[in-house]
């Protein structure tokens, strides 16, 4: 099958049983894509697939064929990082780390939402994503702070 990573053509074959996680994490050595609860449940495995975020522990690769999916490796460099992700070092919207990825990626969906222009909002539209050291605050921030510049 062939589906792009990052801007990057795959052309693999796939085991019909093998998540977008896991084939994201153990043959194309993509890590930032964190297994969290691998039911669906937390978001930390959260990925963009043909711009929608899509939780990849739940989404078979063999379903793939032809998409284009993107995760955190795709969206900036240590050295030019996306808006959002310099948005979250500026407002401390993570702590531990382990969710910062999912967040970010369903950040990304919720940036483009016209409908997601309120605190409260963008707070809704993130539920999907948890945190357990409680920077939602911080990260509700550094969203807002990017939809208010129109910087992506």
Known sequence: MSFTVNGDTIDTAIDVRATLLDVL?????????KKGCDHGQCGACT??????????CLKF???LEGCAV???????????????????IKHDAFQCGFCTSGQIMSALEVIGDPLANTREAVREK????????????????AIMEVKSNGTV
């Open 126 to 141: 993130m539920s999907g994503n948890l945190c357990r050291c409680g920077a939602y605050p911080n990260i509700v921030s």
């Open 70 to 88: 993107l995760t955190v490796e795709g969206i900036g460099k240590p050295d030019a990082l996306h808006p959002l992700q310099a948005a979250f």
């Open 61 to 63: 690769a063999a379903s």
């Open 47 to 56: 990925v963009l697939v043909d711009g929608k975020r899509t939780l990849s």
């Open 25 to 33: 994490r153990e043959e194309l050595r993509l890590t930032g894509t």
